[in-house]
């Protein structure tokens, strides 16, 4: 017997939360979100995605007693009036290998998104291109980095047995990250940066990347703009994300494109690997969790792309190049031996095509789907 409960309370929160680390307890390469994260984010009076015209709902299903899975529906009403649908997301998306408590928690989503008028839902999605979005259907072998997902290989059969198809897949790559420069292309980035007067800005350390955060977002805005499900940022939201994400920042490995006005045109953010440090910290940063993302942070081999774009009206001018190579530079100067790209559509061929300069390996391939008609 299959039985669906909506969570409405903070220790309900707190089952949905916590239930992957049950259904992947001793899952080599699993890792584990830290639950105070997750709760800021779940939470509508904590994460600003709410007061910016999302709603959500959570649901868990019971199998003889005991949480068998968990689903989040969220509807991002900004997102369907700009790209003019009415199409739901789920997200948080984890369940035992049963069809009957998969089909649950599903048919859970659909009713209570076509009960707020939507005809459609995709996913998995969160509240904004920050959240953990995509279901692994290439890669399963490998150690995701933490901003990518990772779920056991029967998640996505589940999906098409119930009725979803892809949408669109995202791919992620890893690449030698000490690789030289190309002399040929270094010779190309001195022409493009003065032919467009651009200057390509490291850093050494963290208050000096700050002043440029704001800017950083803005730029974010414009050059995901056109990419699957993006919305922009609020200004609140911007700050959530900068307290939130530019705590761990690594100053070393940021690097942005500026312009003659100061402004952020290009940027690449790639941070150390904590994968196997989450594992560690199994969770929670207190009393001891802290210690091994520490260490991760200051001592490091291994990094991951987190994000990176050019301005719509810089792109197919090569400015792409300048940060990758002003990065791979930095990699080389702080002794990284791999890196792994940040998820990128395979149909954003631009986005893509860098990678041709690189010996490199598609690692993950991680899908959105979709059921419409609902």
């Not at 789920?90 to 369940?95: L, R, S």
């Not at 530019?246 to 290009?266: T, Y």
Request: proline fraction near 5%.
């Amino acid at each position: 017997m299959i039985h669906i409960q909506a969570v409405n309370t903070r220790k309900e929160l707190k089952q949905f939360i916590k239930f992957p680390f049950t259904l992947y307890r001793g899952h080599k390469l699993w890792v584990p979100p830290l639950i105070s994260d997750e709760m800021r984010t779940l939470r509508s009076d904590v994460n600003p995605s709410f007061a910016a015209g999302c709603e959500a709902a959570y649901f868990m299903a019971r199998k003889d007693g005991k949480v068998a899975g968990r689903i989040a529906a969220i509807i991002n009403h900004r997102a369907n009036e700009k790209w003019k649908n009415k199409i739901a997301r789920f997200g948080w998306i984890d369940f035992i290998d049963n069809y009957d408590v998969s089909g649950a928690l599903l048919n859970a989503a659909e009713q209570w998104s076509n009960s707020k008028g939507m005809t459609g839902i995709q996913g998995p999605m969160g509240f904004t291109d920050f959240d953990m979005e995509g279901m692994l259907v290439e890669g399963f072998e490998h150690m995701p980095p933490i901003i990518s997902p990772y779920n056991y290989s029967y998640y996505p059969q589940h999906l098409e047995k119930h009725g979803y198809g892809k949408e669109v897949d995202w791919l992620q790559y890893r690449f030698n990250a000490s690789q030289p420069v190309p002399e040929k292309v270094r010779r190309i980035n001195q022409i493009i940066a003065q032919k467009y007067n651009l200057r390509t800005v490291l850093f050494k350390k963290k208050k000096d990347v700050l002043p440029y955060a704001h800017k950083f977002f803005e730029a974010i805005n414009e050059a995901w703009e056109n990419l699957h499900g993006f919305v922009q940022f609020t200004p609140e939201q911007i700050d959530y994300y900068i307290k939130s994400f530019f705590s761990l920042l690594r100053p070393e490995l940021a690097c942005f494109i500026i312009d003659d006005k100061d402004n952020v045109v290009g940027f690449g953010l790639s941070m150390p690997t904590l994968s196997r440090a989450f594992q560690k910290a199994k969770g929670k940063l207190f009393p001891f969790g802290f210690i091994p993302i520490l260490k991760s942070l200051y001592r490091y081999s291994d990094i991951d792309l987190y994000v990176n774009g050019v301005l719509p009206a810089w792109q197919h001018r090569g400015i792409h190049s300048l940060y990758y190579v002003a990065m791979n530079e930095s990699y080389i100067q702080h002794h990284v031996k791999t890196a792994i790209s940040s998820s990128q559509l395979e149909t954003n061929l631009n986005a893509l095509g860098i990678w041709d300069n690189y010996e490199k390996e598609l690692l993950f391939r991680t899908r959105c789907y979709i059921k419409e008609n609902l």
